[in-house]
């Protein structure tokens, strides 16, 4: 099986499978149009992935790993380890390189304009997974590509991390309401709904923590790990200070004008 299709199967079990799950056990109450939202959100991964693939369609992170690896090129391709302890390093790598690409997001007034896309989603579901500026996402794929080609990834710990990344962004989303015992054991180790929901409260020192969006040590160990919201899930506002009545479900406004508005931190 292709790897595309590996991703998109997991992708679209998972939106299968955590939208019944946050129906029935939801934290919040919603407070915007969920058909809105989601018409918004979904038409963005479309157009991401359209333009992922007409621009980098040749530098997709599998191909590239392939790449590095017939030119022996990268530390695993030029020295010899077991190929498992290889993938799993190499896993646990992508991981931190995420979480430090997601904190330089938000400290670079350029790169946090393209990223509060994301935090515009005055409503936190699976789909605010979704919703990322087309430009973010391209320059996340040449980021990601650099490390790969550094560490010489196999091929298969790439794909292993392309689902996981997927798959942990759809959960960490979800408008799921976990049992507070399983959530305070999960998040141990890996970042949970309400840990990561956390991040995209409106208040500054909330907003800028919680980075990590699989492995839960990176906050931990960098500390930048806020374990509740000062006001407690269900009342916590999400999004921007700054949102008002700005279009932001607008799919236009997103793309461009979002762009411009003032930077308020």
Known sequence: ???STIRLTVFLSLI?????????FPRRKPTQS??????????????????????L????????????QEQSIGLFNMVSAPYALAAVISVFCLDA??????????????????HRVHHY?????LSTALRFHPIEILLSVMVKNT??????????????FEVILNGMALFNHANLALPEKADRILRRFIVTPDMHRVHHSIYSNEMHSNFGFNLSIWDRLFSSYVPQPKDGHKKMRIGQPDAGKLPTNS??????SALKQPLKK
């Open 1 to 3: 099986m292709e790897e």
């Open 16 to 24: 299968f499978i955590l939208g019944i799950a946050q129906k029935l």
């Open 34 to 55: 969920q058909p809105k939202r989601w018409l918004t959100n979904f038409s963005l991964v479309i157009l991401d992935s359209l333009i992922v693939r007409l621009t």
């Open 57 to 68: 369609g040749l530098l997709l992170p599998v191909i590239v790993a392939n790449w590095a």
């Open 97 to 114: 390189l995420i979480y430090w690409q997601h904190r330089i997001f938000h400290r670079i007034p350029v790169l946090w304009r393209l």
């Open 121 to 125: 989603d005055a409503d936190y579901d």
């Open 147 to 160: 490390a790969i080609i550094l560490l010489g990834a196999p091929a298969a710990a790439v794909i292993l």
């Open 251 to 256: 799919l236009v406004w997103l793309l461009g």
